[in-house]
């Protein structure tokens, strides 16, 4: 069953250029946590200002703002996604095909993170 959703500040990350960290779920702000205590994570943020363009089934340009930039100490940058399985569907599977192409681009990664 799906975790309610919650919005929230994460105030002062210690890994993000930002003293505060928007979440829109309690599933961001866990994983925000995660980030902070990962010792591979040197930055992330959700305050990135990346928008993905794709195309819907019926033809119609969209775009979406993926949850978080990660940098690690190898120097990797990758974009993850949060979903709930319950989101998991059609759009998300187009989103995710345009952030893989997305990021294949600019030699990064991407990862969809589902709880």
Known sequence: MPKPSERGAFEHPQ???FTIEKYDSSWEK???KKLEEDPAVVKWTKNHNIRIPYVDDAGYRK???PDFLIEFTDGVKEIHEVKGSHLMNRETELKANAA????AARKMKFK????
């Open 30 to 32: 866990d994983y925000m």
């Open 100 to 103: 893989k192409l997305f990021c």
């Open 63 to 65: 775009h979406f703002e």
């Open 15 to 17: 890994k993000s250029p």
């Open 112 to 115: 969809l993170i589902t709880k």
